[in-house]
């Protein structure tokens, strides 16, 4: 009797791990499943087509699942509402002067390859939040006001936009009445004693700053110069999961061994000869939050690795970046019309200079001279 009494307590007690067991599971499950929502929740968000979807702390709460169900958006979704009128789009005529597609099948965008009435109805239905990360440190707040003027006029206008500004000098960030929809966010950061401080310190400030604050809000990132103006309209056609732009000076380099990538085995951002697709800016770049996140994080920490190596790479955070983009291919590439420079005449496959940089004194204007 005492043996049988032992058997069914070593029994409910094998019963009890067993449950404990499968609980534990479901509910470390659980918390993976909800950790992946919450990371892709951020442009889960209701479209005009669900008014009934409240914007509250409330849709916090819901899984991915739950909210696309209701209809809301995913990246890479290309919705447009109905009843839009625009030119019927032709499988014959087009830019026959450029190519306008990578070898990895990305749209390589120049004007006349989209029609902006239809790229800008996609994203705006979409209605995301957009972050472009500019750093003004030194001399460089006197270009905040021609950048953040033309910004207004010519940037992802009827978008929501927020000019994330990291300086040293907030005294200097001028009063910028903006449009319906843009805002200013001043980042504070130390002053520097070498302009390439600054350049690569972009890349931790970022990080940092995307960390504690951009991440709740914004859904999209661009990180761009600020000695630079737009000239033209920047809309939609701009925004996908990860964006580059070919940098003016060798988009028509037939060589790749001739790119400026580094070349010097010890730096993190070393590619061999025979490698390479195209030579991208670091003037401009842009992408879905989480992807841009990753990208500007890795420029950090590679930069910091070679840092403890002894070494700085070429062209700084845009060696890293150019590495980067071999190996993990932007989903969209932007022609130099996204970044071309008042130092050069407008060749005439440039049809539309969207945006620009402008001209400097180097020596002047860097806390420790020229290049
Ligand atoms: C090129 C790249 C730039 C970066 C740099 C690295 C272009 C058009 N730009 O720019 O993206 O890769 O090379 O060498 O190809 N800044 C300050 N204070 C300073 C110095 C820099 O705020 O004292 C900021 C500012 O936002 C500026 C940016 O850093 O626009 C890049 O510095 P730059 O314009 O002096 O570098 P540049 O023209 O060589």
Redesign the pocket.
């Known amino acids: 009797m005492l043996q049988r009494v032992e058997m069914m307590r070593n029994i409910s007690r094998t019963h009890v791990l067993i449950i404990l067991t499968l609980l534990l599971t479901i509910l470390g499950a659980t918390y993976i499943y909800s950790g992946d929502a919450i990371s892709s929740f951020r442009f889960c968000e209701p479209c005009e087509d669900n008014p009934q979807l409240p914007l509250t702390d409330a849709m916090k709460d819901l899984k991915v699942k739950d909210c696309l169900e209701n209809g809301a958006w995913r990246i890479g979704d290309l919705k447009m509402q109905t009843g839009l009128h625009y030119a019927q789009p032709s499988t014959q005529k087009g830019r026959t002067d450029v190519n306008s597609v990578t070898n990895w099948n990305a749209p390589l965008v120049w004007d006349g390859t989209f029609d902006p009435v239809v790229t800008d109805a996609i994203y705006k239905k979409m209605d995301p939040r957009v972050a472009v990360v500019?750093?003004?440190?030194?001399?460089?707040t006197r270009?905040l006001k021609g950048f953040l003027e033309s910004g207004k006029k010519y940037f992802l206008v009827g978008f929501r936009v927020t000019y994330y500004i990291f300086t040293d000098n907030e005294q200097e960030v001028p009063k910028v009445e903006l449009g319906s929809g843009q805002k200013i966010s001043i980042i504070t950061i130390p002053s520097?004693k070498r302009?390439?401080e600054?350049?690569l310190g972009?890349m931790k400030w970022a990080t940092i700053t995307i960390d504690k604050q951009i991440r709740n809000e914004a859904d999209y990132l661009f990180m761009m110069?600020?000695?630079?103006v737009f000239y033209n309209p920047v809309g939609g056609e701009s925004l996908s999961q990860l964006s580059a732009v070919l940098?003016r000076g060798y988009y028509k380099n037939t060589n790749r061994d001739a790119f400026p990538y580094e070349r010097r085995p010890l730096s993190e951002a070393y590619i061999p000869a025979g490698e390479g697709d195209y030579y991208y800016?670091?003037?401009v770049w842009g992408g879905y939050l989480e992807e841009m996140y990753k990208l500007v994080k890795y420029c950090y920490m590679k930069s910091e690795e070679d840092k403890k190596n002894g070494i700085e790479a070429v062209?700084?955070?845009?060696s890293h970046l150019n590495k980067y983009l071999l190996y993990n291919k932007p989903t969209k590439v932007l022609s130099p019309e996204y970044?071309w420079?008042d130092y050069d005449a407008v060749p005439a496959d440039i049809r539309v200079k969207r945006i620009s940089?402008l001209i400097?004194d180097?020596k002047e204007?860097?806390?420790n001279g020229g290049?």
Do not use: C, M, N
């Open positions: 500019v750093f003004a440190v030194g001399k460089y270009f520097a302009w390439q600054v350049v972009r110069d600020i000695d630079s940098h800016t670091a003037a062209w700084q955070e845009e970044l420079s940089q400097k180097y204007v860097r806390p290049h």
